[in-house]
């Protein structure tokens, strides 16, 4: 069955630093997420992304995050200068249209 | 904003029990997903519903519209299914495809 797959697994990087989250979402689908997780609390929304811009963004997807489909494969997040708090679990997801959201494995950011 | 809230927040259970969570929400919706997450942190996606019934093996999921309100059974658990279980709704809104997330329920089955 085909997947969502995220890289790396684990991130590890210094404040201050950028950082970017790679994903390939299933090859067919049109509509890209980017989810994340902080420790111990419940997965946010961050932004949507379809035919080739953001289609929606939360109150937490500021200016220090950006998004990109660089090519017919990947989907990129951004996060310019990273800060403490930006540690998390991030999750991109896909789906054709009007159906569920196919999740990747997740990578686990953490921001010493 | 639509606030989404899951009872109980842990549930433990003996093998075989029969399990229910459940879910409400506050405004309108155009879907309910019900999503699992591994103890590894994936996520899984159970079913995706707005209205009635669905069956998956011994999944169960079921909502009600009108009290805005969505229940996840499982029969027969088996410690496989220890696991996060999250309800996570779509808000109705042309083009609107984010997820509200609830806090989860933790589900723990002994054998």
């Known amino acids: 069955e085909p997947e969502v797959t995220q890289t790396p697994s684990h991130q590890v990087t210094q404040m201050g630093q950028e950082v970017i989250l790679r994903c390939v979402p299933i090859?067919?689908?049109?509509?890209f997420y980017w989810y994340r997780q902080i420790l111990g609390q419940k997965v946010e929304f961050l932004v949507s992304?379809?035919?080739?811009?953001?289609?929606?963004k939360s109150e937490i997807f500021d200016d220090q995050f950006s998004v990109e489909r660089p090519d017919g494969s990947n989907f990129t997040l951004k996060i310019r200068s990273t800060k403490l708090e930006d540690s998390a679990m991030y999750f991109c997801?896909?789906?054709?249209?009007?159906?569920?959201?196919?999740f990747g494995d997740g990578t686990r950011l953490s921001i010493l | 904003k639509n606030e989404v809230e899951q009872s109980p927040q842990n549930l433990t259970a003996q093998e075989g029990e029969f399990i229910t969570i459940n879910c409400s929400y506050s405004?309108?919706?155009?879907?309910l997903h019900w999503l699992q997450q591994h103890p590894g942190g994936g996520i899984v996606s159970l079913f995706m519903?707005?209205?009635g019934k669905k069956k998956h093996g011994r999944l169960i999921a079921t909502i009600n519209i009108q009290e805005k309100h969505s229940s996840l059974h499982i029969t027969a658990s088996h410690p496989r299914d220890s696991a996060v279980y999250i309800c996570?709704?779509?808000?109705?809104?042309?083009?609107?495809?984010?997820?509200?997330f609830g806090k989860g329920t933790k589900l723990s089955v002994i054998p």
């Open positions: 997801a896909s789906s054709p249209s009007n159906q569920p959201q196919h």
């Open positions: 090859s067919n689908h049109l509509y």
């Open positions: 992304f379809y035919n080739n811009e953001i289609s929606e």
């Open positions: 405004v309108g919706i155009s879907a």
């Open positions: 519903l707005s209205s």
């Open positions: 996570a709704v779509r808000s109705r809104g042309a083009g609107s495809y984010q997820l509200t």
